[in-house]
């Protein structure tokens, strides 16, 4: 793929980070928009990057942006990663999710009609899937505010594409790990195997659920797959195209801390959280993708940076 000038949204966290570090490494322009941490810090060291640092969407500062940058492509990380918390405050989460689409896609059309838009939307759309593996053309059945709002915003890209001839890509992702994400399994996992104040390892649910993990370099790869395929008005499903019992997942975990704590399931749903999801990935298989971390290896990586950044209690 030829440099191109990508601006990328909620480049502060964990999925925009990994985004503008895949890009930057490679000679692109970047346009970082959004708030950072200490976790992104390393942002610094591509001297092509453009940061736009304090920008809580919607932001007038970010239509400057955009007039001062002209991107070429625009990837959307800004917006809520939390089923829970869609769950506890779903006006809130439609306020961070889809008003926020709207306004980037808004002014996209207004001031950079041709810039491609790219959504990392959610597997969360799908719901439960009726079968496995589960492709794009699958019933839609949000079972969260969070899924239901990743839906909102798909069809707000629907119409910016359609009717307003904004040029875009939807990314369903399923479940992204890795450094610099502080939350959900993996991140738990991570703060419960190195608590060494405590003796076991409770979790929600029987462990059969099931999740198809990716990690978050290989989605930034899946990105620039997209990108240089050329297609546009497509969705695509961003997997590995395997599923893991969390059972497995947990045990997979507890070899990385060497940890001998028994894990107990107590059987519990949580609201909003899907039973089993493994992706049909043969459309995103066809630009060329082929995921570069396995899940042992990606693990490896994420309990290392989680040591790193926690200390031994994890705590």
Not at 118 to 128: H, K, L, R
Not at 270 to 294: H, K, M, N, Q, Y
Request: with cysteine; hydrophobic share 40%.
């Amino acid at each position: 793929m030829n440099a191109q000038r990508i601006m990328v949204t909620g480049a502060g966290g964990f999925l925009g980070s990994h985004v503008c570090e895949y890009f930057g490494a490679r000679g692109h322009a970047i346009a970082a928009v959004g708030r950072f941490s200490l976790d992104t810090e390393s942002l610094g060291r591509y001297p092509n990057l453009w940061r736009h640092a304090g920008v809580t969407l919607p932001d007038p500062r970010f239509v400057d942006a955009v007039r001062d940058f002209r991107p070429d492509v625009l990837v959307h990380c800004a917006g809520t990663a939390s089923v829970p918390e869609s769950v506890r405050d779903p006006y809130g989460d439609f306020s961070r999710t889809v008003d926020i689409c709207a306004f980037v896609l808004e002014t996209l059309r207004k001031e950079k009609n041709d810039c491609l838009f790219v959504f990392p939307s959610s597997a969360a759309v799908y719901g439960n899937p009726e079968k496995l593996p589960v492709s794009e053309q699958a019933p839609l059945h949000p079972v969260s505010p969070y899924g239901y709002h990743k839906r909102m915003c798909e069809l707000l890209v629907e119409e910016y594409n359609t009717l307003h001839g904004v040029p875009t890509v939807t990314l369903r992702i399923f479940s992204a790990y890795g450094e610099r994400l502080r939350k959900q399994i993996v991140y738990d996992l991570c703060l419960k195997f190195a608590d060494t104040r405590t003796r076991t390892v409770e979790l929600f649910g029987t462990g059969e659920e099931t999740r198809d993990f990716i990690h978050a370099h290989d989605v930034a790869g899946a990105v620039a797959a997209v990108l240089a395929a050329g297609e546009h008005g497509v969705v695509f499903n961003v997997a590995s195209g395997t599923q893991t019992t969390i059972r497995a997942l947990a045990g997979m975990v507890a070899r990385q801390f060497r940890a001998c704590k028994p894990v107990h399931f107590n059987g519990a749903v949580r609201e909003g959280d899907p039973r089993r999801w493994a992706a049909d990935i043969r459309r995103l298989s066809g630009t060329g993708f082929v995921a570069g971390t396995d899940l042992p290896s990606g693990l490896s990586q994420t309990c290392a940076w989680f040591r790193e950044t926690h200390g031994a209690s994890g705590v």
